[in-house]
């Protein structure tokens, strides 16, 4: 049986700029996925961009390549990642006037 | 015992002579998942020191000097993260039931550390002189802990928690082992609106915890923060006199017999039995502080 393992990177968190998610080590897993459930979006124009960044070591970080097509209304969005080493975290872009988004971010991996 | 010694990787624990877990995270985590406060399913009722306790990680002491570092054996262990903030706390428990009353006990290999930082050191502090490096003083503690409850009647529920207090609130290095002479403030409590500074899971304000006599204790830190060295920990309770029995790190063993654990004059209703055990790592800098277990065996006499 694969091992798999969901993890909260962010609860229930609001934000008014843009942010990165924690580190979130990953080496043992083959696959994962993204969701991104955006529960409130305000603002002027506001839209919520999210690059998917990898990591040798935690702390310095480049773009893995993959990004989540802009989000700009509440919804339950997801993006899969392959070969993606040994750490995992999203770089969020948060744009429009006075913008305010509340969410919850999961990563799903499998062995 | 027999049949740890007969185990090539049990050998390295004192088991009780019923094994209740053996978490040796090179296979998962075992069920040590995120704490999270109690709601009504809107999040936003979430009292905030229970909002954010962070997901626990399957780490491979990866650094960016030396590349993998590894566990005691295999690759992997539990990782607890903190954010990068003063008085975060990174929570993982594990929740079981008690069969009987009796002991039980608790065992560990761990190690700890803070995260690399690069340059900007912080005014004031001691400075890198080649052994002393100054990422020792960004650990703040971690703590071991329980959460019992035998049943519904007023006093039935109580925590024990021991803490590895590296440095206190003000960053200073203390380097002991303490326990908390507050009660644990649960949801049912802060939502009656009992004075916490929400900032510690264990108790409402810092001067409520005391140290543990005999319990000074200098670990293995090992100089910079990527060199791991794993120490072994036992920890011994006893549900039927609701104490602690005794601690042992390494070479340090600390009498707890006597050390007071606070009961709830409340009744709680639908944790009958609770057996909860739980570890987490608590900052005292703006620095990830990080917590990890190569293995842990929890073990009965019942």
Known sequence: MRHSFTAVIE?????????????????????????????????????????????????????????????????????????????????????GTDANVRLMIYLVLKE | ????????????????????????????????????GNHNGDLNELQPVFRDMRPAQLSTCTFFDMGTHGAVDGTYSMKLATRPRKFHQAVAIKRLTSAADGLV?????????????????????????????????????????????????????????????????????????????????????????????????????????APIPGGDQQLCFNEVPTKVNWHYLRWLFDLSTRRNTELQVN??????????????DEGYWGISRLLNLCMDVRTTSNVRNFLYLDSVVISADW
């Not at chain 1, 506001?46 to 700009?72: H, N, T, Y």
């Not at chain 2, 094994?19 to 998942?33: E, M, N, P, S």
């Not at chain 2, 070479?251 to 709830?264: C, S």
């Open chain 2, 1 to 36: 015992m027999a049949l740890a010694n007969a185990d090539i990787r049990l050998s390295r624990f004192n088991p009780l002579p019923r094994i209740l877990a053996f978490d040796d995270f090179d296979d998962g985590l075992h069920g040590w998942c995120e704490l999270v």
């Open chain 2, 105 to 209: 006990q608790f065992e560990a290999w761990f190690t700890y550390k803070a995260e690399q930082t690069f340059g900007g050191d912080d005014p004031g502090a001691r400075a890198w002189d080649g052994n002393y490096h100054p990422s020792e003083a960004h650990f703040g503690s971690f703590t071991l802990w329980n959460d019992i409850c035998e049943g519904t009647e007023p006093r039935d529920r109580y925590h024990a928690a021991l803490r590895y207090e590296n440095t206190n609130e003000d960053g200073e290095f203390t380097q002991r082992w303490l326990y908390k002479t507050g009660l644990h403030p649960t949801t049912r409590m802060l939502r009656g609106g009992f004075d916490s500074n929400q900032n510690d899971v264990h108790v409402a304000k810092p001067d409520m915890w």
């Open chain 2, 251 to 264: 070479d340090l063993t600390m009498d707890l017999r006597e050390i007071p654990v606070l009961r709830f």
């Open chain 1, 11 to 95: 609860k229930n968190a609001t934000f008014q700029e843009d942010f990165e998610t924690e580190p979130y080590e990953c080496a043992w897993a083959s696959e994962a996925r993204w969701f991104i459930n955006v529960m409130e979006l305000e603002g002027d124009g506001a839209k919520l961009s999210a690059r998917v960044q990898v990591s040798p070591d935690g702390i310095f970080w480049c773009d893995e390549g993959s990004r989540f097509e802009p989000m700009s209304e509440p919804e339950l969005y997801s993006l899969a990642v392959r070969d993606f080493g040994g750490w995992l975290r999203l770089d969020c872009e948060l744009d």
